[in-house]
Structure formats: structure tokens, C-alpha cells
């Protein structure tokens, strides 16, 4: 298993389902990039806003960008926890068919 960042991906040599593996892995790692992302530009779009001496925003629309970003970091968080429950759960050979993943 290699370390990437806070992602753990487990290489095929060492996991006996490396195939299906590999294709949720990918998936998983898409959705986090894109959360990632989307995170990224709503905290710029926040920063934006307050980074002035004096605020150009509505109370209103500063509440709203705040409780996007808090989503969409709440969205990514899940996911990266998501991707580690289920690399510990395949690391112990339990198999995904005999558990439940919240997200």
C-alpha cells in the first residue's frame, strides 16, 4: 500500500482483487479530486469577498458562500473517510459484501 497525501491506495501486487480495486480506488480518487476542487474555488470565491477593507457582500450572500464551503468540505471529508474505511476493511481481507460504508 503507497501513501498519497492522505490517500491510500493499495498496489495490485499485494491485493488479491486489485482489478476491482483499482477501478473503485479511481472512482473514489475523482470524486475527492472534484470536491477537492470545487472546495478550492468557493473558499477563493469567500476570500475574496472578505478580503477587502470594506465588505462589497450582503450578510446574506457571505452566509451562503460560508455554508457552501462548509458542504462541500463536510462532501470531501466523508469521501476521504469513505476511501480509508474501505482500504483498512480490503487490508484485512473483509470483504465489502459483508459491510456498510457510510458516506
Known amino acids: 500500500m503507497s501513501d498519497t497525501g492522505n490517500i491510500f491506495v493499495a498496489s495490485p501486487s499485494r491485493h488479491p482483487r486489485s482489478c476491482v480495486h483499482d477501478v473503485h480506488t479511481e472512482t473514489d ?13 468557493l473558499v477563493e470565491m469567500l476570500s475574496n469577498v472578505l478580503a477587502r477593507k470594506r465588505l462589497r457582500a450582503s450578510q446574506s450572500e457571505v452566509d451562503e458562500l460560508t455554508k457552501a464551503v462548509r458542504g462541500k468540505r463536510i462532501e470531501l471529508e466523508e469521501s476521504l473517510l469513505n476511501i480509508a474505511v474501505t ?11 459483508m459491510c456498510v460504508v457510510y458516506a
Open 29 to 41: 480518487l475523482l470524486i475527492v479530486y472534484t470536491s477537492q476542487g470545487e472546495l478550492e474555488t
Open 87 to 97: 482500504e483498512a476493511l480490503e487490508t484485512q481481507g473483509v470483504g465489502m459484501d
